[in-house]
């Protein structure tokens, strides 16, 4: 996986900003899946993807740490935390922070 990610990244860095039909990038997958190597790399290319705005799928608002947090990744969640620091301080709609999340679930 981790040749494959490289290979993609080096050929066409673009790949991190796309969206499948969900609105999902690379990186929330990377986050839901807990490919924590995955993110890391995702992360190494452009830290910024950690503190992207949150989305609205289902009528719930998300980012790739709430993502991590609600699903008990706690290695994704350690690699977001310490690449994007801030973003252990998204806030969804609902007023919920990581931790919120992370003992909802």
Same mark, same amino acid.
């Given at each position: 996986?981790?040749?494959?990610?490289?290979? @993609?990244?080096?050929?066409? %860095?673009? /790949?991190?900003?796309?969206?499948d !039909?969900?609105?999902? $990038? *690379?990186? %929330?997958?990377?986050?839901?899946?807990? %490919?924590? @190597?995955? $993110? #890391?790399?995702?992360?190494?290319? !452009?830290?910024?993807?950690?503190?992207?705005?949150?989305? #609205?799928? !289902?009528?719930?608002t #998300?980012?790739?740490?709430?993502?991590?947090?609600?699903?008990?990744? +706690?290695? $994704?969640?350690? /690699?977001?935390?310490?690449l +994007? *620091?801030?973003?252990?301080?998204?806030?969804?709609? =609902?007023? %919920?922070?990581?931790?919120? /999340?992370? /003992? =909802?679930?």
């Amino acid at each position: 996986m981790k040749e494959c990610i490289e290979y @993609l990244l080096q050929k066409n %860095r673009n /790949v991190l900003d796309l969206k499948d !039909d969900r609105g999902w $990038t *690379p990186l %929330r997958h990377a986050a839901y899946h807990n %490919r924590w @190597l995955a $993110t #890391t790399k995702l992360l190494n290319v !452009d830290y910024s993807l950690g503190y992207q705005e949150l989305i #609205t799928e !289902d009528g719930i608002t #998300t980012s790739a740490i709430h993502i991590a947090a609600s699903l008990g990744h +706690c290695e $994704t969640m350690k /690699v977001l935390m310490n690449l +994007c *620091p801030g973003c252990s301080y998204f806030i969804d709609k =609902e007023g %919920r922070n990581i931790l919120h /999340v992370a /003992v =909802e679930n």
